[in-house]
């Protein structure tokens, strides 16, 4: 799809974790929980409660509000990267320090901070590009009609 045909969006923060990534976004808007809250071998969320149960953020952009739980929320991210199930990039709301060591250990590209919340701009699917050196988050979807 060109630019042409496209509606983009950019936003502005601060940069967590160096790097750029782009991909499809994995949006929600709860606070996930590594340790028991999500299959780190899959990427795929099994809090039961959840509203993204049975979904799976392997290889997207995860938009998120941020960690709860304990500090296994890192170790479980990272098992995810390494066994391929983590995400490309990740977009949150709160940081905190689980959060702040969960993307440090993921080693993706990460951004917070952002002038607009971008639970309220990104929707599910939208293609998204994470640069974490600048702090820029730049979304693209088809264009309105």
Same mark, same amino acid.
């Given at each position: 799809?060109?630019?042409?045909?496209?509606? %983009?969006? !950019?936003? &502005? /923060?601060?940069?967590?974790?160096? +790097?750029? *990534?782009?991909?499809?976004?994995?949006?929600?808007?709860?606070?996930?929980?590594g340790?028991?809250?999500?299959?780190?071998?899959?990427?795929?969320?099994?809090?039961?409660?959840?509203?993204?149960?049975?979904?799976?953020?392997?290889?997207? %952009?995860? !938009?998120? &509000? /941020?960690?709860?739980?304990?500090? +296994?929320? *890192?170790?479980?991210?990272?098992?995810a990267?390494?066994?391929?199930?983590?995400p490309?990039?990740?977009?949150?709301?709160?940081?905190?320090?689980?959060?702040?060591?969960?993307?440090?250990?993921?080693?993706v590209?990460?951004?917070?901070?952002?002038?607009?919340?971008?639970?309220?701009?990104?929707?599910? +699917?939208?293609?998204?590009?994470?640069?974490?050196?600048e702090?820029?988050?730049?979304?693209?979807?088809?264009?309105?009609?």
């Amino acid at each position: 799809m060109s630019d042409e045909q496209q509606d %983009v969006i !950019v936003l &502005r /923060g601060r940069g967590v974790v160096e +790097g750029v *990534a782009e991909g499809e976004a994995f949006v929600t808007s709860q606070t996930l929980s590594g340790f028991g809250g999500i299959d780190p071998m899959t990427g795929t969320v099994t809090e039961r409660r959840h509203e993204k149960v049975g979904q799976s953020f392997a290889g997207k %952009v995860l !938009v998120f &509000r /941020g960690a709860k739980g304990s500090s +296994g929320w *890192a170790s479980n991210f990272q098992t995810a990267r390494l066994a391929g199930a983590g995400p490309l990039a990740v977009i949150f709301n709160e940081l905190t320090t689980k959060m702040a060591l969960g993307a440090v250990v993921m080693r993706v590209p990460a951004v917070t901070d952002l002038d607009q919340n971008p639970l309220e701009v990104i929707q599910d +699917g939208d293609w998204v590009k994470v640069d974490g050196n600048e702090g820029v988050v730049e979304i693209r979807r088809p264009a309105s009609a």
